[in-house]
């Protein structure tokens, strides 16, 4: 079973994200729970770490800025 | 520092774990949700402070009450709500366990004894109270705990409920779980005080600090505090001392804990660390806390997929449990026909409106031992400062029940007590004073039924009396407040002009299963009097009666206007025109289909009323009738209300911002014109 990654909705007022950079290379295997991106909203840069364990699959690229709900990510 | 693990039983302590184990597992999914992007909600982590109630998990069950805030997920699960209802609810469908319309800030589950989750700062603290007065009156032993984070402290509600508590020695716990910080402002930014519990010795009860992030003091320490609520010391205060390991909302790690200050919490986090004491001790082995998480695991993956499937609640909900009755949600043109009262040709006595209300509240309590009534000065003596009560607390004893001048604890009280089937009548002094409490009737009384998907509902009574019309009360004691609380989805009001209506409507308030308002206006209480019914005598609400009948215009109003109305008809009859007058009675259910039948016979309407004409429920009248009937009118329908200002203090201006007979006569008059 995969998990899709999208821009999530963390603050009331959050329309959109910055996926700011990827901290796991395309391809590789995460853990859950590890760090695997980070992204920036008006308030903070978060860390998003991995909700499942599995080979991370990128979608799209850093330094962007997506709407949210945009899907960014697959753990597969 | 740990407390001797050996102060606790083993089977107790990784109880405590596996309460501890869930909750996390629950934080974890939620995050996880969210984070993917696959939830999309608000959502306050309470990470770090399981321990708090997974301590208390043993020492209650699900007869006792339990309020919480919207940082109160852990609260939750380790109180027993199930968690395929509790993620179902989180994400507004229609499996959650309040059918997707309170969400997770707002989570009912009288099944479990998790009674009500406010997402109002402090304002559990009051209907806490409520809960806990329920089980004293029916002499339960039955504890409430109601959770709150330290920066509730500052709020004035927290007071008021301690203060209350405090002098009816209530079972209920003040749980204020103190993770140093409220929202994003910690101590000492937003108090000076060193502590908490000092609050409540200065109240006169007992206030606890605990450690509550170890479960074996914690637990110990609930254990002395819950056996002595529950047998009668009244009130206690515990300070349980933690750490929030999250950020106020959203997922992920707090940034207000500055370089090592998060790590040092970490290492402090009792989940982790009373797995490793329980290993250290030789109580469990790994395998067996591995089983304990595994479990977890399992029943948070089976809850959220159960969850997911289920669907997200529709529009068909959309005006189901704003009252028990969908008809009572007004529906522009929607002519609901209820049938009036009955005439009444039994034996009657002579009564003002004051004494009218006695009546009606000396029967409902003899009717129905659920029925109490609470207010300020309302004990012997003065009896009420209206009078109302004269001799009752002799009579009734503790169900008579003055209260300090704190109208936030007085309908939080009444709040609370209905959530479990007490009918309770407060009194709210001047309707002006409903200012002060305006958060509990409206954000907490009103919407109740509607944010718990009816698992629960207010049965209870709010009389407050308006000042206006006689001069001399001022601004602050003389308002038509009614208007605030018609926009107000969920409240019922009622506004007699008569002793035997302000009799039989409340009568019919009290019996009724939402939280009904009867206003009273001063003007009424002591000079009118007339035959009232004896015993037993209930109006229906939602039903308006003609009191003068004419061919004319139809002349709207309620409450003291009536008396105005009626007069003026008389002046107009003079010049012929024959004015039919219509006391609405009940303003919500508004009765439509009476209001729409006088003016479809008459052809003309004004509606008149004592509150500020702008944005005021004649408006909104005035816009139906001539919406629905325009092809019926001989004229637009108009209202009249005050002159948009503060009611004066001179009775001159008063007189004249307010209709009165010669204005109402020179507005009809325009309207022939």
Not at chain 2, 77 to 105: I, T
Not at chain 2, 129 to 153: P, Q, S
Not at chain 2, 161 to 187: D, R
Not at chain 2, 662 to 668: C, E, G, K, N, Q
Request: hydrophobic share 40%; proline share 5%.
């Amino acid at each position: 079973m995969s998990t899709s990654l999208t821009i999530p909705k963390l603050q009331m007022s959050s329309t959109e994200g910055t996926l700011a950079e990827w901290l796991v290379d395309d391809g590789a295997n995460v853990e859950e729970g590890q760090p695997i991106y980070c992204l920036e909203t008006d308030k903070s840069v978060q860390e998003i770490e991995a909700p499942a364990a599995g080979k991370l699959v990128h979608k799209q690229a850093a330094g962007e800025t997506y709407p949210v709900g945009t899907e960014i990510g697959e753990i597969v | 520092m740990s407390t001797d693990i050996k102060s606790i039983d083993p089977g107790t302590l990784k109880e405590i774990y596996r309460q501890m184990s869930r909750i996390r597992e629950v934080d974890k999914g939620i995050q996880a949700g969210l984070s993917s992007g696959k939830f999309m909600f608000t959502y306050w982590p309470m990470t770090g402070q399981e321990a708090i109630p997974a301590s208390i998990a043993p020492l209650i069950s699900s007869e006792d009450h339990m309020v919480t805030i919207y940082r109160g997920i852990h609260d939750q699960v380790a109180k027993g709500v199930p968690l395929k209802g509790l993620f179902a609810e989180a994400l507004g469908r229609e499996g959650g366990v309040n059918k997707g319309k309170g969400g997770s800030p707002h989570i009912s589950d009288p099944s479990s004894g998790s009674m009500l989750t406010t997402a109002i700062v402090g304002a559990g603290a009051p209907i806490a109270n409520g809960l806990a007065l329920a089980e004293k009156m029916r002499g339960t032993d039955k504890v409430t705990i109601v959770n709150f984070g330290d920066g509730a402290t500052s709020i004035g509600a927290v007071h008021e409920a301690m203060n209350l508590a405090g002098v009816w020695k209530l079972p209920v716990i003040f749980m204020c779980q103190n993770n140093l910080i409220g929202e994003y402002t910690p101590i000492p930014e937003y108090t000076a005080s060193k502590n908490f519990t000092d609050r409540a010795e200065a109240l006169g009860f007992r206030g606890v600090r605990l450690n509550g992030n170890d479960p074996v003091e914690f637990h110990n320490g609930m254990k002395e505090i819950i056996d002595s609520v529950r047998s009668g010391n009244g009130p206690v205060f515990v300070e349980a001392m933690t750490l929030r390991l999250g950020p106020h909302a959203g997922v992920g790690w707090s940034h207000l804990l500055k370089g090592e200050e998060l790590q040092e919490a970490k290492a402090d986090w009792p989940v982790p660390a009373t797995r490793q004491r329980l290993i250290d001790a030789g109580i469990c082995t790994a395998e067996e806390l591995d089983d304990i998480d595994s479990a977890a695991v399992a029943e948070v993956a089976e809850a959220i997929e159960w969850a997911m499937s289920s669907e997200v609640t529709g529009e068909d909900e959309m005006l189901l449990d704003v009252y028990g009755d969908p008809d009572t949600v007004p529906k522009r043109g929607q002519r609901v026909k209820r049938d009036a009262e009955p005439e009444y040709t039994g034996e009657t006595k002579t009564m003002a409106m004051f004494e009218a209300v006695q009546d009606a509240l000396d029967l409902s309590m003899q009717a129905d031992e659920n029925v109490y009534c609470l207010g300020e000065d309302i004990g012997d003596d003065p009896g009420g400062v209206f009078k109302c009560f004269k001799g009752m607390q002799s009579k009734w004893g503790e169900r008579i029940r003055p209260t300090p001048i704190a109208e936030q604890a007085i309908i939080g009280a009444a709040t609370g007590s209905a959530l479990v089937g007490m009918r309770p009548v407060a009194e709210i002094m001047f309707a002006d004073f409903v200012g002060v409490c305006m958060d509990q009737i409206t954000n907490h009384a009103a919407k109740q039924r509607y944010m718990s998907g009816a698992t629960t509902h207010v049965p209870m009574t709010v009389r407050m009396i308006a000042g206006g019309g006689i001069g001399g009360f001022g601004a602050q004691h003389s308002q038509s407040t009614e208007a605030l609380l018609l926009h107000q989805p969920g409240l019922k009001i009622v506004y007699p002009s008569t002793p035997t209506e302000a009799k039989g409507l409340l009568m019919s308030c009290i019996f009724d299963d939402d939280p009904c308002i009867q206003m009273e206006s001063m003007m009424l209480t002591y000079a009118l009097k007339e035959e009232v019914p004896v015993g037993d005598y209930r109006i229906p609400l939602g039903v308006a009666k003609v009191k003068r009948e004419g061919t004319d215009i139809t002349l709207v109003t309620y409450g003291w206007q009536v008396m105005q109305c009626l007069q003026a008809a008389e002046e107009l009859a003079k010049e012929g025109i024959n004015a039919e007058v219509l006391d609405l009675r009940t303003l919500l259910p508004l009765d439509y289909d009476r209001i729409l039948g006088s003016v479809e016979k008459t052809g003309r309407a004004l509606v008149v009323h004592a509150a500020v004409e702008f944005c005021g429920l004649g408006s909104e009248i005035a816009s139906t009738i001539n919406e629905e009937l325009f092809t019926k009118l001989k004229a637009p329908a108009s209202r009249f209300g005050a002159a948009y200002a503060p009611i004066a203090y001179s009775k001159t201006i008063e007189t004249a911002q307010v209709p009165n007979v010669a204005s109402i006569v020179a507005r009809v008059r325009e309207m022939f014109k």
